[in-house]
Structure formats: structure tokens, C-alpha cells
């Protein structure tokens, strides 16, 4: 189970950190993703962590930065010089990796991310 929080209203060129806190005593060898959806718009997927890596969507890159604490059961997104155009609802699923392709069968409730201009 996946809970998201952290979001909120900030103006343009501003700040927010966004949780994204699990349960399960395996969610260490999860990959855990940050994605977000914006009205009108597809699901987008801005952010993923492994247990050794992290990739990032080109339009968040240099901006975004995504973290996790195992022993917090915690991944982050520190989402930095924020833009109108990232205002959406953010979620974060989690993946157990294996032989296939990827697949985010864990997915918390959304948080609202609001950019003013």
C-alpha cells in the first residue's frame, strides 16, 4: 500500500517535496515511480528509483530529483524551480522488478500539485 502527500499551491519558480510512504517489509527491491496527470492530459510518467538507479522524464530533468529511505519505507520527489505546466496530480506507484516488462501494480492516491504564474 502506497500513501502520496507533500502537495499543495506554490508560486512559479518555488518548491515542494512530495512523499510517497509504503507498507510491506519487501519495499526495498521495489521500483517506485512518480507520475502525474494533468486535466485533459495522459498520465505521464516523471520519475523512477531502483535499488541503484533513477531516470527522469526530459521535460523534469535538472529540476526534479527523486530519493528514496528503506528504512523510512519513503521515496521523495524534491521538485525545484517549479512551472505552471507541472501543475497536475501527482502519483506514485510501485513495481516489482522481474524478467518482464515493468509493471506498477501498487498505486497510492493522488496529491495535487498547483504551480501559479
Known amino acids: 500500500q502506497l500513501q502520496a502527500s507533500g502537495g499543495g499551491l506554490v508560486q512559479a519558480g518555488g518548491s515542494l517535496r512530495l512523499s510517497c510512504a509504503a507498507s510491506g517489509r519487501t519495499f526495498s527491491t521495489y521500483v517506485v515511480g512518480w507520475f502525474r496527470q494533468a486535466p485533459g492530459k495522459e498520465r505521464e510518467l516523471v520519475a523512477t528509483?531502483?535499488?541503484?538507479?533513477?531516470s527522469y522524464a526530459e521535460s523534469v530533468k535538472g529540476r526534479f530529483t527523486i530519493s528514496r529511505d528503506n528504512a523510512q519505507r519513503t521515496v521523495f520527489l524534491q521538485m525545484s524551480n517549479l512551472k505552471p505546466e507541472d501543475t497536475a496530480v501527482y502519483y506514485c506507484?510501485?513495481?516489482?522488478?522481474?524478467?518482464?516488462?515493468?509493471?506498477?501494480?501498487?498505486w497510492g492516491q493522488g496529491t495535487q500539485v498547483t504551480v501559479s504564474s
Open positions: 528509483i531502483s535499488r541503484s538507479s533513477t
Open positions: 506507484a510501485g513495481a516489482i522488478p522481474g524478467a518482464g516488462p515493468l509493471k506498477y501494480d501498487y
